[in-house]
């Protein structure tokens, strides 16, 4: 699967991805449909040269998480390398919070390039949002905790993609900035 090569291939996952989250909402105050964050992660990575089972993957990222499709069902879809890539990406929503995210930081650096770059993008894009518009019940302790967090995540991720390594270095910046103008 090349989306370089066959531009087909990245709108399958566009649409899929689209009905998958097709019921679903960010939990910021705009309420933008949810598939607009995997669209921004896969544009990040296309424009950040990632390679293209990172773009495709990062349209297909939050599937298996947040929704009803299955790995089986993205490997039949869209091949072992892109599924590959999506499980890696992965949480196990069946550990408690706080252990997921203490998973994250600790197997950020094992991760392969790929999925390095996708978890990079994904707390890019998280980051924005937490910013711009942020779900009514954070807090402002809250949102600097969840900043602080995607910083340490990013620590790990960190050193595959120099482009993407900057927008994140610009875009927690941008985020801790914003936090600080609004200090209680």
Known sequence: MNPQADPAALLRAALFAARAHA???RKGAAREPYVNHVIEVAAILAEHGA???AIIAGLLHDTVEDT??????????????VAAIVAEAT???????????????SEAPRKSEAARQLKLADKISNLR???DSPPANWNHARRTEYIGWAGRVAEGLMGVNPALDALFRETYRAAVARLAQ???
């Open 23 to 25: 019921t679903q909402v």
């Open 51 to 53: 390679p293209p089972e």
């Open 68 to 81: 009803e499709v299955t790995h089986e069902q993205l490997v039949a879809e869209f091949g072992e390398a």
């Open 91 to 105: 949480d196990d929503k069946t550990l408690p919070k706080e252990t997921r995210k203490a998973l994250q930081v």
């Open 129 to 131: 949002a937490i910013a």
């Open 182 to 184: 609004e200090a209680p």
